[in-house]
């Protein structure tokens, strides 16, 4: 598979092609499965979220394919109710609620590995399937605020306050994600990442005192190799490795090249085009993305995607041509 060579370091004609969130609202035939089932249907449903998984790869020929859940899923296997309105929405939790959660009950998640091994069963033998959970820290800022939030202060302030405690809630986060990954492994992810969507906030202490090693503790011991993506921190890259993956996403806030170099090259890297690229044209969309490859073309380890998940209102005619143009980078 062209994602695990990348993964392995190996000497490609071209990078990997896949993006996050590519199955999804700008897709058409997403849409037309959203209008008959609702958000928590389409992913409770192995079948329909199979389904979903499989709908960018046929229309793009991508060379990975992501599970169609979320995040939040694993917590419903925690006894935590989430909703969604339509972002997450959960009742706030102390510090000391989210240290004494259950671990996950992997029987109440098993509808996430049914839909991996449908899929799984129905891809090309060349095009791998990545699941994914979401980060320690990611997940414990939403449960302290109960949703979203821009700075999540409950969970900025619960780390300072009480380190020792949100070390201890964080590993019982970890040890539950841990065994969530290598269930996934186990019904046919060939490569799992972890998305530690707000480590940005986090001052560079707090990263490697809690937030960082929390996420090591996801990535332990995993029989499958792993990625890591923290957006909006080019204040961490420098420590990312202490994460342990085995390649590493980043953003569009810096230049690839420096990014990489941050975080070391003998990591595999992926990344970084701007999602905003995609609200051009076809012509605009062709020349970012030859200009961003030629900055590290003939480079082993990188993968081509985006410094984000694609935008819902990306046109169809633009992603084609970012697919296109990265294929064509040989």
């Known amino acids: 598979m062209r994602m695990l060579d990348a993964l392995a ?7 990997p092609v896949w993006f996050m969130r590519q199955a999804g609202r700008y897709l058409p035939e997403y849409r037309e499965l959203r209008r008959l089932h609702s958000f928590a249907e389409a992913t409770h449903t192995p079948e329909i979220a199979a389904e979903i998984t499989l709908q ?6 991508l060379d990975a394919a992501i599970v169609f ?3 939040m899923t694993p917590l419903e296997a925690m006894g935590v109710p989430v909703e969604f309105t339509p972002g997450p929405s959960l009742s706030p939790l102390s510090l000391e609620d989210v240290s004494r959660l259950p671990e996950l009950d992997l029987d109440r998640v098993e509808f996430v590995m049914e839909t991996l091994a449908l899929a799984r069963a129905e891809l090309p033998d060349d095009v791998a399937l990545i699941g994914f959970c979401g980060a320690p820290f990611t997940l414990m800022a939403y449960l302290l605020e109960g949703g979203g939030s821009k700075d999540f202060m409950a969970v900025r302030s619960a780390a300072v306050r009480n380190p020792k405690l949100a070390a201890e809630a964080l590993h019982g986060l970890a040890r539950s994600m841990q065994r969530y990954l290598e269930a996934q492994i186990a ?19 707090t990263f490697l005192d809690t937030v960082g090693p929390a996420a090591a503790a996801t990535l332990e011991g995993l029989t499958a190799p792993t990625i890591f993506f923290a957006p909006d921190a080019s204040h961490l890259l420098d420590h990312f490795p202490t994460v342990r993956a085995t390649g590493y996403g980043v953003d569009w806030r810096l230049p690839l090249p420096v990014a990489w170099d941050r975080i070391g090259r ?7 085009l701007d999602p905003a690229v995609l609200l051009t044209d076809p012509e605009t ?7 961003l490859l030629d900055t ?11 410094g984000h998940g694609i935008h819902r209102a990306s046109p169809i005619e633009n992603v084609s041509a970012m697919v296109a143009a990265a294929k064509e980078a040989s």
């Open 187 to 205: 019904a046919g992810a060939d490569v799992v990442q972890v998305f530690d969507s707000w480590a940005g906030l986090v001052s560079e202490r």
């Open 285 to 291: 969309v062709q020349r970012e993305v030859t200009a």
């Open 296 to 306: 590290v073309r003939g480079a082993a380890g990188h993968i081509f995607n985006l």
């Open 266 to 272: 003998s990591h595999p890297i992926q990344g970084s």
């Open 56 to 61: 960018p790869v046929r229309r793009f020929g």
């Open 9 to 15: 370091r190996k000497s490609l004609d071209r990078p």
């Open 69 to 71: 859940s979320d995040i």
